[in-house]
């Protein structure tokens, strides 16, 4: 179900009108990420669908087109975090991908390129979190890690410097 500011489609109800009322969007899903103005599900089977605002490619269709109905973006995910205008997907061998603005590195792949498909980070990842230009990260063997802007010390690593490789945490 979905409601709200629907200007880029997020709700994904193929509709660009706001939603005031609770519309049925899908079924069968087992957990969801909302970000600034895109969103995702991602159903029983492992699928994962997105919707909304796409300017920086952070739905990952290889677009940046946005999408007011629902859009396979993925297969056997099972975490998905979505940022300002960036996203990450965990998928059920640990590995991370990511897609979306990187202009601070909060793609945490070594670079500040931005990319339009989800690519490769690394391996042995558990969950994952999205903030407007950062990323949180536990890995499977409990070690935290951050990536992305540190201005206002986001990533808690005792500085200020942005990251776009992963720094650890603890």
Partial sequence: WGSGSNEFGAVGNNSSQDVITPVAVATNVSSMAAGKRHGFFIQKDGSLWAVGAN????????????????????????????????????????????????????????????????????????EVAAGDRHSLLLRRDGRMQAAGANTYGQLGDGSQTSRATAVNLF
């Fill in 55 to 126: 300017a920086s490619g952070q739905l990952g269709d290889g677009s940046t087109v946005s999408q007011s109905a629902a859009l396979r973006v993925g297969e056997r995910v099972v975490r998905v975090a979505a940022g300002g205008a960036h996203s990450l997907i965990i998928k059920g061998d640990g590995s991370l991908w990511a897609t979306g603005a990187n202009l601070d590195g909060q793609l945490g792949d070594g670079s500040t390129a931005s990319r339009t498909t989800f690519g490769p980070v690394g391996a042995g990842f558990a």
